[in-house]
């Protein structure tokens, strides 16, 4: 089946620094969607890419489609503590309504 | 909007019971999904339905059954409990034509012992 590769796994940080994360599938997709989860909470949507290219911002956070349509990235600028969670992204195969997800990237921010 | 809701939101079930997972969303959403995440990973699909009387199959959907008999309710059967079950369920929903964003309920955690 499709794969989808999310990196890092998981990462440590300080408070104020910037974050990257990135996500690589083996297929093209026609959307990227990020997510952020909170232990015991279900994901919230952070933002969504329709487009090749495409660079969108919502407050601290940065995602980018990439040009080959095979990945994405989502950057957080001067993280802080509340940043702490799971985070996830989500691609969309052309011509299906299916989303597949990643395995996550675990962040720690240390104060 | 209340959004996606699930009910129960925590459940402990013997092997071979059976048990209903609830799931309402109120934003009008043609999409419903069905999710379960196990421990440090990803999220799976397991059902999935496109409109009242219309559901397919995803990634995991042994021993389990969903039906769609209204646009806002979407409820996941479980017919005989097995431990492999132990896992939290998530309920999603979306529109196709708005950015068919997902939207996540708060997710049905369940323990089969």
């Known amino acids: 089946g499709q794969q989808l590769n999310q990196s890092p796994q998981s990462m440590f940080i300080q408070e104020g620094e910037d974050v990257s994360m990135n996500c690589t599938s083996s297929s093209i997709f026609n959307t990227w969607l990020w997510y952020k989860q909170d232990p015991g909470e279900g994901p919230v949507l952070l933002i969504a890419?329709?487009?090749?290219?495409e660079l969108t911002s919502n407050g601290r956070l940065t995602a980018q489609f990439g040009i080959t349509r095979k990945d994405s990235f989502l950057n957080i600028s001067a993280s802080i503590p509340s940043d702490v969670g799971i985070y996830f992204c989500a691609g969309r195969p052309s011509g299906t309504y299916k989303y597949i997800f990643g395995t996550g990237t675990r962040l720690k921010v240390l104060a | 909007n209340a959004g996606v809701t699930q009910t129960p939101k925590f459940r402990i079930l013997k092997i071979g019971q059976s048990m209903t997972l609830q799931c309402t969303q109120d934003?009008?959403?043609?999409?419903m999904y069905w999710y379960r995440q196990d421990p440090g990973m990803g999220l799976k699909l397991i059902y999935y339905s496109v409109g009242a009387g219309i559901t397919d199959k995803g990634e995991v959907p042994n021993g389990y059954n969903v039906s769609r008999s209204t646009t806002e309710d979407f409820p996941l059967r479980l017919e005989l409990a097995a431990p492999s079950q132990t896992s939290v369920y998530f309920c999603?929903?979306?529109?196709?034509?708005?950015?068919?964003?997902?939207?996540f309920g708060p997710g049905t955690r369940l323990t089969v012992t």
């Open positions: 934003m009008n959403h043609n999409y």
């Open positions: 890419l329709y487009k090749a290219g």
């Open positions: 999603a929903s979306s529109y196709p034509g708005q950015g068919d964003e997902q939207y």
